[in-house]
């Protein structure tokens, strides 16, 4: 399949990237791993005139602690993510769900930057970053700005980026005290959408619960953030009723629909059943169990 | 546009059309028609090639990308001494039955065996979890790829013996 014509740019800087973005606008498109966008293209749902290849930018990938924060430059591949001890140490969620995403050939190329910008409600990372209370940086030519993922992931393919913009970055707070954190996935095969996917993550200060993360996959029109059953855990002693209560509050937020990977009733038991495993490990890693 | 791409170790000047994918490249302008399309969605692996010794699905890729970068498709293990050890493994051990997704597995089988050279059945099917083979059930290529670790191996002793004076 051949997607329609268009102009190809491959910019060496950000700088000259945001000139492109600032002159082109709505009709140019972004080229980061293409692991989504590219299929779009093929299958005539995108049919942008420009496409800014930023994969020869510098800069862009790296991942590391700075001043009690995680930045994860928005070309991060998601292999990347897999291969860093730095994760792998320290940030259990990520590391869970980086090796879940997609294939490895796919993870070799797609990024965490195109990942979250496609805004897929399918995607992994969008509700990993949710739990983890993530923000986007979002430069253009003129400012940048800092957005909550929360508000990025608009809507269904639909995030808050600016057309003149650029995702450089995205930036989570450290965790500090026992903490742990899990991405638990029900997939039919390898390479194959959620049937459901849940992203769950525990910090846990003087016994009880000091902060929470709970975010769904697959089960809504976007990445759904599980907040009244964050909000539920905070402030309590770690138990399985609290666990199995905080489990039926995100089925409750859950907005899933039957397919052929399951029914919604299926589905939204899962997420149940997910929520409460997730934090039953993630309380375990922390050693609060 | 024009592009230089390396494929198997020769350079290739080609003026090309952007929306072009790699695939497209490599078997209607370079004629190699090793690499194969299957599924045309990213789901098969059978368009697998190496971009820079890192296996990527050319169907997902635009020939335009691998400008001044060196691909590897299945013709580039052919060496002058003859059959690349993974593909003597995948012979010897009926490693594949129609042959479709064959060269996807072998090149994803090279870049394993480069970085674990005594890979486990687990570590094999994980590897190949992006490309599908409908024939084998995936018994034999796992078996092939191992032995050809097994070979990479051996040779890499012999080769570390001290000559015989």
Avoid: W
């Avoid at chain 1, 292999?79 to 294939?103: C, F, T």
């Avoid at chain 1, 995702?167 to 390479?191: A, D, F």
């Avoid at chain 2, 090309?16 to 497209?24: A, K, Q």
């Avoid at chain 2, 098969?44 to 699905?57: S, W």
């Amino acid at each position: 399949m051949l997607p329609s014509s268009f102009e190809y740019h491959r910019p060496t800087t950000i700088d000259e990237a945001l000139d492109l973005l600032a002159s082109l606008g709505d009709d140019a498109k972004v080229l980061a791993g293409g692991q989504s966008l590219i299929p779009m293209m093929k299958l005539r749902f995108a049919a942008p005139s420009h496409l800014i290849d930023i994969n020869r930018i510098d800069g862009l990938d790296a991942i590391e602690e700075v001043g009690g924060e995680l930045h994860i430059g928005a070309l991060v591949r998601h292999n990347d993510l897999v291969g860093s001890e730095l994760i792998r140490g320290k940030y259990p969620m990520i590391a869970d769900a980086a090796p879940q995403i997609a294939d490895p050939l796919v993870r070799n190329l797609g990024t965490i930057g195109g990942s979250l910008t496609h805004c897929d409600p399918s995607g992994d990372l969008g509700a990993v970053m949710l739990a983890a209370n993530a923000r986007v940086v979002l430069k253009s030519k003129d400012s940048e700005r800092e957005v909550a993922v929360t508000e990025f992931l608009a809507d269904t393919f639909q995030s808050s980026i600016e057309p003149n913009e650029l995702l450089t970055k995205i930036r989570i707070t450290s965790p500090t005290g026992p903490y742990g954190g899990t991405y638990l996935k029900l997939e039919r095969k390898v390479g194959d959408y959620a049937t459901v996917a849940v992203a769950t993550r525990l910090m846990i200060s003087n016994g009880s619960i000091g902060a929470a993360g709970i975010a769904l996959t697959s089960v809504g029109l976007t990445n759904i953030k599980a907040t009244a059953a964050e909000d539920a855990l905070v402030g309590q002693t770690p138990s399985q009723e609290l666990f199995s209560e905080a489990g039926r509050l995100a089925a409750a937020a859950s907005n899933p629909v039957s397919d052929v990977r399951g029914s919604e009733k299926y589905k939204r038991h899962m997420v149940e059943v997910y929520v409460r495993r997730g934090l039953t490990r993630s309380a375990e890693m922390a050693g609060a169990a | 546009m024009e592009v230089t791409i390396t494929v198997n170790g020769t350079a290739h000047t080609l003026d090309i059309e952007p929306r072009l994918l790699l695939v497209h490249v490599i078997r209607e302008r370079l004629r190699l028609t090793g690499t194969h399309i299957g599924c045309d969605s990213t789901s098969c692996g059978a368009c697998t090639v190496l971009y820079d010794g890192t296996p990527v699905k050319s169907c997902t890729m635009f020939g335009v990308q691998a400008d001044g970068v060196e691909i590897t498709t299945v013709e580039g293990l052919l060496t002058a001494a003859g059959l690349d050890p993974m593909q003597a493994a995948f012979k010897e051990h009926h490693g594949l039955q129609c042959g479709f997704c064959t060269p996807g597995m072998m090149l994803v089988g090279k870049t394993l065996i480069e970085r674990n050279t005594d890979p486990s059945d687990d570590d094999v099917r994980n590897a190949i979890s992006g490309n599908i083979c409908r024939c084998t059930g995936y018994m034999n290529i796992v078996t092939a790829i191992q032995a050809a670790a097994a070979t990479q191996a051996s040779d890499a002793d012999a080769s570390a013996e001290p000559a015989n004076v």
